[in-house]
């Protein structure tokens, strides 16, 4: 990447990154205000996941979180690279940590076309911002009969808790795919796409038993209140 396309990438995101978290604290406040008006929404069961989350994590996934975490991994590779960007996947590995060999400190990899020198870095860098087993939840909610949403809404917030402690685990700097992205760079990205992902999280869980939100109505809501908060800081500016 040229000096001058990179300044206007990283130029680009920071503007992206100020806006997403100026956004997803907007969605933080809305989440809050709906718990202290005591009106139903997802957040309750989604922390009751995340709980059940922490439970497992030490009692019951403990033999076998590190290779569930790198086939997570490996698999926002797989799926980005085999389904957005149409490439051939050839081989998928994962392994544990206690399973290498002297020397060897590759966990897991995805073997695909298109090598070379093209990295795409949203592929390259999926498992750090990626909740996708969430999204696949989210999609699922929109066939779930109304009554049995607090079922669903544990199930995502055990989901997302499991990506919390992926992402707590993978996202340093000295792993591979933040080099070749660039630290920088990567971080960007990384922290923008996961406010992101998460501040349509928090919306597809809002509403009540009679009209709940789903996924691309919080899509849609959220693109909508982004847009507006920006007319609203370009007339402040203006002024």
């Known amino acids: 990447m040229s000096r001058f396309r990179k300044f206007v990438t990283i130029f680009v995101l ?74 051939k996947i050839y081989e998928f590995n994962a392994k544990s940590s206690d399973s290498l060999s002297y020397g060897d400190n590759t966990l897991g990899y995805v073997s695909s076309s298109r090598k070379g020198n093209y990295i795409s870095v949203m592929s390259t860098l999926a498992p750090y911002m990626l909740p996708y087993l969430t999204f696949v939840l989210l999609l699922f909610r929109l066939m779930i009969k109304n009554e049995c949403l607090p079922i669903i809404d544990v199930i995502i917030g055990f989901s997302l808790m499991f990506y919390f402690f992926c992402w707590k685990k993978d996202t340093r700097r000295d792993q591979s795919d933040i080099q070749l992205c660039g630290v920088f760079l990567s971080y960007l990205y990384i922290i923008t796409f996961v406010l992101f992902n998460l501040s349509l999280i928090i919306y597809s869980l809002s509403g009540g038993m009679t009209e709940p939100m789903n996924i691309f109505g919080a899509i849609g809501h959220y693109f909508t209140q982004t847009w507006n908060d920006i007319l609203m800081l370009v007339d402040l500016i203006r002024n």
């Not at 969605?27 to 929404?41: E, G, R, W």
């Open 14 to 87: 920071l503007l992206f990154v100020i806006v997403v978290s100026f956004e997803f604290y907007g969605t933080v406040a809305f989440a809050v205000k709906s718990i202290s008006n005591q009106l139903y929404s997802g957040y309750l069961w989604l922390g009751v996941g995340f709980l059940i989350y922490l439970i497992c994590h030490r009692f019951v996934f403990r033999k076998n979180i590190d290779i569930m975490q790198t086939m997570s991994h490996e698999g926002a590779h797989m799926l980005v690279g085999a389904l957005f960007l149409r490439r």
